[in-house]
């Protein structure tokens, strides 16, 4: 299994710029997650789904949209980039038999100038 | 606001020595999960245990939990270079169920 494949690696975007950062998983994992990860900050939740065609709304969703039309696929959408968006982003998938452990992917490292 | 706050913020120790790092959380948890970060990487999940349990053990790792005093300890036993890392603890709450809340994470840093 590949687990928790995220594309790309790094990502420098100008403010106004849209773009869509990918994460796919060959787990059949039901939940999937993303994070931002900022210096200092931990990890905070963006936005979550607990199964194809469900979403909800982290803990700062604002600037970001998602969405969830296979168990495999969990795109990130940034419409319009600002530079407060400049992070590290960090999706997840877990089993959604229990609470189990969250797989991690890599990571995309986005700057906006 | 962040539900689990990790203490110390960096922790750096001699190659062989004994490693603690605490967190502490607000609300009430279902389970609370111990994760490790190397340096440009993804989390690794280490240890999960649950809210009626009070300690567990994995290889050189051991968490205690007092939901009493909602905290948890993560201790690293003979620690060598290689655990050279950022330790986070995350929450599984109560309320809102299909969360994960992170704390701000331990910078642990072993000396040869």
């Known amino acids: 299994n590949a687990g928790v494949t995220q594309t790309p690696k790094f990502q420098v975007l100008k403010t106004g710029q849209s773009m869509t950062l990918q994460c796919a998983q060959d787990?059949?994992?039901?939940?999937m997650s993303w994070y931002r990860q900022d210096p200092g900050m931990g990890l905070r939740l963006i936005h979550y789904s607990v199964g194809a065609g469900i979403t909800d709304q982290g803990e700062v969703p604002n600037g970001y949209n998602v969405s969830r039309s296979t168990t495999e696929d969990f795109p990130l959408r940034l419409l319009s980039a600002a530079p407060s968006q400049t992070s590290v982003y960090f999706c997840a998938s877990r089993s959604g038999q229990g609470w189990n452990e969250q797989y991690f992917g890599p990571g995309t490292r986005l700057t906006v100038t | 606001s962040q539900q689990g706050e990790e203490d110390p913020q960096a922790l750096s120790i001699q190659e062989g020595e004994n490693a603690t790092m605490n967190c502490s959380y607000k609300t009430s948890i279902n389970n609370l999960q111990w994760y490790r970060q190397n340096s440009g990487r993804g989390l690794v999940h280490l240890i999960l245990i649950r809210s009626n349990e009070r300690e567990k053990h994995s290889g050189r790792l051991r968490v205690t939990l007092d939901t009493s005093k909602k905290s948890s300890s993560l201790l690293i036993t003979a620690s060598r270079a290689a655990d050279t890392a950022s330790y986070f603890c995350a929450t599984v709450l109560v309320q809102g169920a299909q969360k994960l809340v992170f704390g701000q994470g331990t910078r642990l840093t072993i000396n040869p």
């Open positions: 787990m059949n994992h039901e939940y």
